[in-house]
């Protein structure tokens, strides 16, 4: 008997997409079908790394408490890039209108999140997604009420999620993900064409 290989794998692109934050980090992992032009959300959870300081209460007494904050943000990123392997990696980029100091601190925490996936895999491809890209990919400006974004990225209908992820308990930060995750998807569904 000839069996037929199924190579939808070979169709799939994987992602870790991240709502960048100095104490709140969303990430998603999501799966980019490329003939299918669909999203499956394998994974979606926000590190609040005040609340997970533990071993590195220490080090956060020594260097401060963002040093510390953001060495717990460095372990949940190298967790999530090792359990999953994610080809590439989508990251909000911060909001250049912010308070200067504000601005500052989440471009030190882009680059943590940079110097970490280099330490894994030099070769992860990293993009950097303005909030405006995300929010216009979801089509956020069309919904109007309270949560605009969250009210878009449920309406979306090429978004699948994976069994025990329910799209509507997901919080405001990894709902941002899927923003920074369908601007990237629709991107290279543009360019990508399997047949």
């Not at 533990?54 to 956060?60: F, L, S, T, V």
């Not at 882009?110 to 909030?131: A, G, K, N, Q, Y």
């Not at 919080?171 to 920074?180: F, K, N, W």
């Amino acid at each position: 008997m000839i069996v037929i290989p199924d190579f939808d794998d070979a169709y799939l692109y994987r992602g870790m997409f991240i709502d960048n934050g100095t104490d709140t980090m969303g990430v998603s992992i999501i799966d980019l079908d490329l003939r299918r032009k669909r999203l499956q959300v394998k994974f979606s959870e926000t590190c609040t790394a005040s609340k997970s300081l533990g071993r590195y209460e220490g080090a956060a007494d020594v260097h401060g408490a963002r040093f510390g904050r953001f060495q717990v943000l460095r372990g949940f990123i190298i967790q999530v890039v090792d359990i999953w392997e994610p080809s590439m990696v989508g990251i909000e980029s911060p909001f250049s209108h912010l308070h200067a100091e504000s601005f500052a601190t989440l471009r030190e925490s882009l680059h943590v999140v940079r110097e970490t996936c280099w330490e894994i895999s030099p070769h992860l491809e990293i993009d950097l997604v303005p909030p405006t890209s995300a929010k216009k990919a979801v089509n956020a400006k069309s919904y109007v009420g309270k949560n605009p974004m969250r009210d878009a990225v449920l309406a979306l209908t090429d978004v699948d999620y994976d069994e025990g992820i329910d799209p509507e308990k997901l919080d405001e930060h990894c709902i941002d993900t899927i923003g920074v995750a369908k601007f990237l998807a629709n991107r290279i569904f543009e360019q990508y064409s399997p047949f």
